[in-house]
């Protein structure tokens, strides 16, 4: 999404960022409200209450986005302290729960994109077939009325926007539940190594004792 730098090919995806944030996060909202502004005298009532409605998602979801930005070195810090509970899971019935714990992170994101990608893909199609394009966005450079291509241009332009902004919406909307999910399955780990104090024994009290101040920092790491 333009936000995480990878270790390989950052100049291509330095332009990649640039170019999804500059149309998805910024230019969608001005397009939307630009609507208003350069409405034609034989407008489309269904276009542009379907254009109004979009509107104040696509505001919200920018701004989630903009949030999300300021506070992401406080969610890579998140990841680290993960990676770290994550190493300590050695168990059967532990590694069982990590793996329930990706597999409903992957329903989640299957599950909104699902629902974002239909009503993108269904909007296009029906604006499309009737002859506008699916939320007639202010293009300075664009006009879909002045010609069949410009119209074709356009219509594709939007829909492919609209994806990108589905895609951060996916961020948006999935990310909270996949983070409580990951809280909740930790915290459940850490209660299998509480209740197995103890009752092994193979183990010395020394290595008992090593246990707990392990289960002691598991909290502390699950408290930050």
Not at 6 to 35: C, Q, W
Not at 79 to 90: G, I, M, N, P, Y
Request: aromatic residues 16%; proline residues 4%; charged residues 15%.
């Amino acid at each position: 999404m333009g936000i995480v730098m990878p270790s390989r090919y950052r100049p291509l995806y330095v332009i990649y960022g640039f170019l999804v944030h500059f149309f998805s996060t910024f230019y969608f909202p001005i397009g939307f409200t630009m609507i208003l502004f350069t409405l034609p005298d034989d407008v489309n009532v269904g276009n542009l209450l379907t254009s109004l409605q979009v509107t104040f998602d696509v505001y919200g979801g920018s701004a989630k986005i903009i949030v999300m930005i300021f506070v992401l070195e406080k969610l890579r810090a998140t990841h680290v302290l993960t990676q770290r509970l994550d190493k300590r899971c050695r168990a059967s019935d532990e590694i069982a729960e990590l793996q329930q714990m990706v597999r409903f992170g992957k329903k989640v994101v299957i599950f909104y994109l699902t629902i974002f990608f239909c009503y993108s893909a269904s909007t296009f199609l029906s604006s499309f077939s009737s002859g506008y394009p699916p939320y007639s966005l202010y293009f300075p450079f664009l006009k879909w009325r002045r010609s069949h291509t410009e119209f074709i241009i356009a219509s594709f332009f939007e829909f492919l926007i609209m994806d990108f902004a589905c895609l951060q919406q996916t961020v948006n909307d999935g990310y909270p539940i996949i983070y409580i999910n990951m809280l909740r399955c930790h915290m459940k780990i850490l209660q299998f190594r509480v209740e197995k104090l103890g009752t092994n024994p193979t183990l010395t009290k020394a290595e008992q004792l090593t246990e707990l101040k392990l289960c002691n920092k598991d909290h502390q790491l699950l408290i930050e």
